[in-house]
């Protein structure tokens, strides 16, 4: 993978696992609510993971924003669902999204620059 991709996905196991080392039951019920929240329910994981990005997006978390790239990327989500997704998180976000958007841009790229090497 690419070293934006691979960096992200390093840092994220590192702190993960550091944090469940010590963590209490509270927060390993939040670890969890979060990940079975994404799962296929009444929608889709796919459509989930793309609300998801567009909340990241506007609460300009890029740790968010890189998660959740990667999981609209395993779910299928093409470049022009992706190219709306990031117009919607501009629109309600307002232009102190750009920076984040731009961001996004880049490992979006990246993420599909992985399978065309």
């Known amino acids: 993978m690419g070293k934006l ?3 992200f ?12 080392d010590t963590a ?4 390993k019920r939040f670890f969890a609510l ?9 929608l889709d994981v796919k459509t989930k993971e793309m609300l998801g990005l567009v909340a990241s997006m506007v609460l300009r978390c890029d740790d968010c ?7 609209c990327y395993e779910a299928g989500v093409k470049h022009d669902e ?12 307002g232009s102190i999204v750009i920076p984040h958007y731009r961001r996004a841009v880049e490992y979006w790229d990246e993420l599909n620059e992985q399978h065309t090497v």
């Open 5 to 7: 991709i691979d960096d």
């Open 9 to 20: 996905n390093d840092y994220r196991t590192k702190m993960n696992d550091r944090i469940m």
């Open 24 to 27: 209490n039951t509270n927060i």
């Open 34 to 42: 979060d990940t079975t929240t994404y799962a296929d329910g009444a």
């Open 65 to 71: 924003i890189k998660y959740h790239l990667g999981k």
């Open 82 to 93: 992706m190219n709306e997704v990031f117009m919607i998180a501009n629109l309600v976000g």
